[in-house]
């Protein structure tokens, strides 16, 4: 399985960018999706996750209200629209996959891991 993060770049705070995860295949094994971030010299952040059959997602505290999940099951690809961004959202996002299960804020729930794309919010 692999999974394809992009829609990375700068922006200005209050901003909007939309991150997209193609995986290349959907099934049980990348049931749920999810969004981390990381800062230099931290541990990963959780920032939202879902699943592809759409009935149920979870937001980090930090993200709720601000950023939503949209997936298309054409193209296999799930999204991460984000707005009102703040310099503390600046980070390098990290799309994972897992499942069968619950949705989840634990690293080790998700067993692939795409390549991170770099968002930067400037105030």
């Known amino acids: 399985v692999q999974l394809q993060a992009s829609g990375g770049g700068s922006v200005q705070a209050g901003g909007s960018l939309t991150l997209s995860c193609a995986a290349s295949?959907?099934?049980?094994?990348?049931?749920?999706m999810a969004w981390f971030r990381q800062t230099s010299g931290k541990d990963y952040e959780f920032v939202a996750a879902?699943?592809?059959?759409?009935?149920?997602?979870y937001y980090s505290d930090s993200v709720k209200g601000r950023f939503t999940l949209s997936r298309d099951l054409a193209k296999d690809t799930m999204y991460l629209q984000m707005s009102s961004l703040k310099p503390e959202d600046t980070a390098v996002y990290y799309c994972?996959?897992?499942?069968?299960?619950?949705?989840?804020?634990?690293?080790?729930?998700?067993?692939?891991w795409g390549q991170g794309t770099q968002v930067t919010v400037s105030s």
């Open positions: 879902g699943n592809w059959r759409g009935d149920a997602t």
């Open positions: 994972a996959a897992g499942g069968p299960g619950s949705l989840s804020e634990i690293t080790t729930t998700y067993t692939y």
């Open positions: 295949e959907r099934t049980h094994k990348t049931f749920i």
